[in-house]
């Protein structure tokens, strides 16, 4: 499943946003170097070939809502710094007070836009103070969105094809993985045509050497940084590669980097039918709930839904029809945050009467298509297209019967269901994948970084609490914030607890004396 951050929803956003301005935060620490970027930003010691991406000089384009705008270059190909070169969309909210720095931030994925993100969000990210302490940067990682894009269909209809299509044999029979195969291989063939050699280089380590090069373009000494989900894994990355250079760094929903694909996509659907689990505990003590029963009876009426919706061929009113692929789409989208839970009750409970629309509508959503039939980004080919690059998936010697069976024994309920859309086409894909993984790190200590702030959640769906243990431990300066709770990812969401300490170390640097651990 792609790990993007669950945002709230605007009014409990702003509703938060209220209640945080009465909050009387620490005096802020002013970090050395972190002075408005000017246009006589100071070199940078790199070798020559590197100079003019970190010595070019930026225009900014001026917008709306005290947002600006402008484009970074880098190497398309970073062991060939002389050769091609690609563009960085970046979107940048002016700090209001006195300034910190620039704060990079990313919203997960991978394909999230981090420039959409700060351009249309930026209130909601953080917390009111460290928005007027910092200059908050988003960016589009290489091949996302404004940034030299990833292309790969051009025709909405081809896409919606490729996400809602059904089969002529049922899932999880050999005729079933043979289309599969067949539909992604055109999908890839697609990517080439029209990306280029771009899709070979869309790995983690090309995405923070990327980063390194705005922060330097920024003004900025040190990275300051803010990622959420797979964001937290560039900024491991980041970390690791440029161990110095880190700043205030806060991780947020953690991906562990040393897990292996499959183990990682198994540990996800596990969090899952975990997540599903707390939502029907909730569901069964509410009027209305379409379950009856205990919460593990419950579990079981969820699967029969699953096992035999595929049988009942609705449709949706523009025509699509409903497979059980896509219903495990669907409920995925409403457990990444507890403030979806009541439209999963209200989408089980359509499905009672025929009604398949709330289920394409949840699933829309997971796959950014517009009501129009159009999709607003392409969050959906890079999430497989970084997963070819950088792992070993459709390489390590597992069919995709054998991810079937383990993602079915880790998540009982959901897990087969969930990854006929994911893991299975990712295997598919990278099957026909025509560049080889890149060559990545195998330990992520981070020796010599600052400290690092990891935000785990204990029953959050998309990336378990076990990862952001592990990951706070294994890098050197890392640091646990427990949240115990349901979701996925917590900072500046409500939890004042979470809130707070998160904010104290932004503006001063300053950490408690131990696991704040937030309930």
């Known amino acids: 499943m792609r790990l993007r951050r669950a945002l709230a929803l605007v009014a409990a956003a702003a509703a938060v946003t209220a209640l945080l301005t009465g909050c009387v935060f620490p005096k802020l620490s002013i970090i050395p170097g972190s002075t408005h970027p000017s246009s006589t930003h100071a070199a940078e010691k790199v070798a020559a070939d590197l100079q003019r991406f970190y010595g070019q000089r930026v225009s900014w384009r001026s917008g709306s809502g005290g947002i600006d705008s402008t484009k970074v270059m880098v190497p398309l190909d970073w062991s060939d710094p002389t050769g091609k070169t690609i563009e960085i969309a970046i979107a940048r909210h002016r700090a209001t007070g006195s300034r910190l720095g620039s704060l990079l931030v990313n919203p997960g994925g991978p394909g999230g836009s981090g420039y959409d993100f700060v351009a249309q969000s930026a209130a909601y990210i953080v917390t009111p103070d460290v928005l007027a302490h910092y200059d908050l940067i988003g960016f589009d990682p290489r091949g996302v969105g404004r940034s030299t894009p990833v292309v790969c269909y051009t025709d909405p209809k081809q896409q919606d094809q490729l996400l809602y299509g059904t089969y002529d044999q049922p899932y999880g029979s050999q005729g079933w993985a043979t289309e599969l195969n067949a539909r992604e291989k055109a999908w890839v063939a697609a990517c080439q045509k029209n990306t280029g050699p771009l899709l070979g280089h869309l790995d983690a380590a090309s995405v923070a050497r990327d980063m390194d090069v705005i922060r330097a373009v920024m003004g900025d000494k040190v990275m300051h940084y803010l990622g959420y989900s797979y964001g937290t894994y560039l900024g491991t990355m980041y970390a690791e590669l440029f161990p110095t250079k880190v700043g205030r760094m806060v991780l947020d929903g953690a991906v562990d980097p040393t897990v292996d694909q499959l183990d990682a996509l198994a540990t996800q659907m596990a969090g899952f039918d975990s997540a599903l689990k707390a939502y029907l505990t909730d569901c069964l003590a509410q009027s209305g709930c379409p379950f009856s029963g205990t919460p593990d009876q419950a579990m079981l009426q969820v699967r029969q839904v699953l096992d035999t919706?595929?049988?009942?061929?609705?449709?949706?009113?523009?025509?699509?029809?409903?497979?059980?692929?896509?219903?495990?789409?669907?409920?995925?989208?409403?457990?990444?945050?507890?403030?979806?839970?009541?439209?999963?009750?209200?989408?089980?409970?359509?499905?009672?009467?025929?009604?398949?629309?709330?289920?394409?509508?949840?699933?829309?959503?997971?796959?950014?298509?517009?009501?129009?039939?159009?999709?607003?980004?392409?969050?959906?080919?890079i999430y497989t297209a970084v997963t070819c690059d950088e792992t070993t998936l459709g390489t390590d010697g597992v069919d995709v019967f054998g991810d079937l069976a383990k993602l079915d024994a880790a998540?009982?309920?959901?897990?087969?269901?969930?990854?006929?859309?994911?893991?299975?086409?990712?295997?598919?894909?990278?099957?026909?994948?025509?560049?080889?993984?890149?060559?990545?790190?195998?330990?992520?200590?981070?020796?010599?970084?600052?400290?690092?702030?990891?935000?785990?959640?204990?029953?959050?769906?998309?990336?378990?609490?076990?990862?952001?243990?592990?990951?706070?431990?294994?890098?050197?300066?890392?640091?646990?914030?427990?949240?115990?709770?349901?979701?996925?990812?917590?900072?500046?969401?409500?939890?004042?607890?979470?809130?707070?300490?998160?904010d104290t170390y932004l503006l001063t640097g300053k950490l408690p004396a131990s696991d704040p651990d937030c309930h």
Not at 341 to 352: E, G, K, N
Not at 480 to 497: P, R
Request: net charge negative.
């Open 411 to 502: 998540a009982p309920i959901l897990g087969k269901y969930f990854a006929y859309d994911d893991t299975a086409v990712l295997e598919a894909a990278c099957d026909n994948w025509p560049y080889k993984p890149a060559t990545l790190p195998t330990s992520f200590a981070a020796k010599g970084a600052a400290p690092i702030v990891v935000i785990g959640t204990t029953n959050d769906p998309a990336t378990p609490y076990a990862q952001s243990v592990s990951l706070a431990k294994q890098l050197s300066s890392g640091f646990l914030f427990t949240h115990h709770g349901e979701g996925h990812t917590v900072y500046a969401q409500g939890d004042t607890c979470i809130d707070t300490n998160v």
């Open 309 to 381: 919706v595929d049988a009942q061929h609705l449709t949706s009113s523009d025509g699509r029809t409903l497979d059980s692929a896509t219903l495990g789409t669907g409920i995925s989208e409403t457990l990444y945050s507890e403030q979806s839970w009541p439209d999963l009750t209200a989408m089980f409970t359509a499905l009672r009467t025929g009604d398949a629309d709330p289920v394409f509508e949840q699933a829309d959503a997971y796959n950014d298509r517009s009501a129009n039939g159009t999709y607003s980004d392409n969050g959906t080919e």
